[in-house]
Every structure is written in structure tokens, then in C-alpha cells.
């Protein structure tokens, strides 16, 4: 099994940033992507950003340019840095873990709220 273990959340001011990390615990040698989904109030789930042990990428369209994601493979953490947040981007987010096409492990969720 797989712990996920997300920390960072908040409140922020639009156009603020955010930095939410994610901490693997476990049979961790069964992930090859991290990553992090979000759901907002009467939404679907939708997948925010992800990354491969190898380091390739693949991003929402709505937070090209503004959110990076990066990990630490030696600290088994994914990290998602948010820039020039908008009250869209307001949602439950959730880290993830599994292999490129399926996310098999998930955590509690950190709530993200942008309002002014």
C-alpha cells in the first residue's frame, strides 16, 4: 500500500501563489507518476498536472504557464508551485500516485480557495 500525504493548502488572494507538496509513504517502488487532480463544488474531477519518474510532463491547458510541478524521486515528494491564482483554481485538490495512465493511490485532499 501507498500513503499520500498533501500539505499546503489555503487561502489566497487572486493573482496570489501557492506551493502544495505531497509526501509518498509505503510500497512506493509501485509509482512511477505523481501528480495532482482537483474538484471544484458541482464539478467533475479533472486532472491538474502530472509527472513521470523520467521527468516528462503533461499539464491541464487552464494552468499552462502558471503551475509547475516538480519532485524530489530521493524524498518521494511531488510538489505543484501555482502561480497568478484565479478564483477558478479555487477546489479540493488531491495528490496522486500510480503509473502514467492510471491513478491507482490518492490522498485526503487540501482545500485550495482564491477569493479576495
Known amino acids: 500500500q501507498v500513503q499520500l500525504v498533501e500539505s499546503g493548502g489555503g487561502l489566497v488572494q487572486p493573482g496570489g501563489s501557492l506551493r502544495l507538496s505531497c509526501a509518498a509513504s509505503?510500497?512506493?517502488?509501485?509509482?512511477?507518476?505523481m501528480g495532482w487532480y482537483r474538484q471544484a463544488p458541482m464539478k467533475q474531477r479533472e486532472l491538474v498536472a502530472k509527472?513521470?519518474?523520467?521527468?516528462?510532463?503533461k499539464y491541464a491547458d487552464s494552468v499552462k504557464g502558471r503551475f509547475t510541478i516538480s519532485r524530489d524521486n530521493a524524498k518521494n515528494t511531488v510538489y505543484l508551485q501555482m502561480n497568478s491564482l484565479k478564483p477558478e483554481d479555487t477546489a479540493v485538490y488531491y495528490c496522486?500516485?500510480?503509473?502514467?495512465?492510471?491513478?491507482?493511490?490518492w490522498g485526503q485532499g487540501t482545500q485550495v480557495t482564491v477569493s479576495s
Open positions: 509527472i513521470a519518474q523520467s521527468g516528462i510532463t
Open positions: 509505503g510500497s512506493i517502488l509501485s509509482i512511477n507518476t
Open positions: 496522486i500516485g500510480g503509473n502514467w495512465f492510471n491513478a491507482d493511490y
